[in-house]
T-cell receptor, first 113, second 117 residues
Framework: AQSVTQLDSHVSVSEGTPVLLRCNYS??????LFWYVQHPNKGLQLLLK??????LVKGINGFEAEFKKSETSFHLTKPSAHMSDAAEYFC???????????FGSGTKLNVKP | DVKVTQSSRYLVKRTGEKVFLECVQD?????MFWYRQDPGLGLRLIYF???????EKGDIPEGYSVSREKKERFSLILESASTNQTSMYLC????????????????FGPGTRLTVL
């Protein structure tokens, strides 16, 4: 069975400080993992994806995530937050073969000036 | 760029009405999905389709049906709308490749915010 847990429903950081959004997953096989971002009143946009190549995945807008199999984690990080990063972020695990995707409950990132 | 469009951004309907939500993608994707998004629950899959006229139930299909008569179009139907179907509805599409198809990303439409009174 697959599931995704986003450990924080809200994260607040100051502009220019690092961002850490935490995600743990469970999967019965080697998973595909994604992070999506949703800005207010917009659809979801892919930030990055892990597909069993490099464990450190770089995405758009300076975000990256590291796949840690031993910890079943796929945390999203960014060295320096920008005001435009304020949005909701979803961690997603993909189910092999049937194109089903399981979404975490989301983390809302607030960036303070 | 992949484009997924949804017929309405906002929709208000009355209890008991039949509601159609339309989704169109322009990238010849085989797979299409309907989700509903509620605060604190993330996205939950209602139905998905992996080919024309083919569909599979997702995690919360009750009260919904779907139709896929053409590859580019996937419709979500609420046969008799109820207040607990007030939600944001998101459509997505993805290509299907051989092998590890679950690794393909999804492309999302902007969403339809449905209110049932």
């Amino acid at each position: 069975a697959q599931s995704v847990t986003q450990l924080d429903s809200h994260v607040s950081v100051s502009e220019g400080t690092p961002v850490l959004l935490r995600c743990n997953y469970s999967s019965s096989y080697s998973p595909s993992l994604f992070w999506y971002v949703q800005h207010p009143n917009k659809g979801l946009q892919l930030l990055l994806k892990y597909t069993s190549a490099a464990t450190l995945v770089k995405g758009i807008n300076g975000f990256e995530a590291e796949f840690k199999k031993s910890e079943t984690s796929f945390h999203l990080t960014k060295p320096s937050a920008h005001m435009s990063d304020a949005a909701e972020y979803f961690c997603v695990v993909g189910k092999y073969n049937f194109n089903k995707f399981y979404f975490g409950s989301g983390t809302k990132l607030n960036v303070k000036p | 760029d992949v484009k997924v469009t949804q017929s309405s951004r906002y929709l208000v309907k009355r209890t008991g009405e039949k509601v159609f939500l339309e989704c169109v993608q322009d990238m010849d994707h085989e797979n299409m999905f309907w989700y509903r998004q509620d605060p604190g629950l993330g996205l939950r899959l209602i139905y998905f389709s992996y080919d024309v006229k083919m569909k599979e139930k997702g995690d919360i299909p009750e009260g919904y049906s779907v139709s896929r008569e053409k590859k580019e179009r996937f419709s979500l139907i609420l046969e008799s709308a109820s207040t607990n179907q007030t939600s944001m509805y998101l459509c997505a599409s993805s290509p299907r490749t051989s092998g590890r198809a679950g690794y393909n990303e999804q492309f999302f439409g902007p969403g339809t915010r449905l209110t049932v009174l």
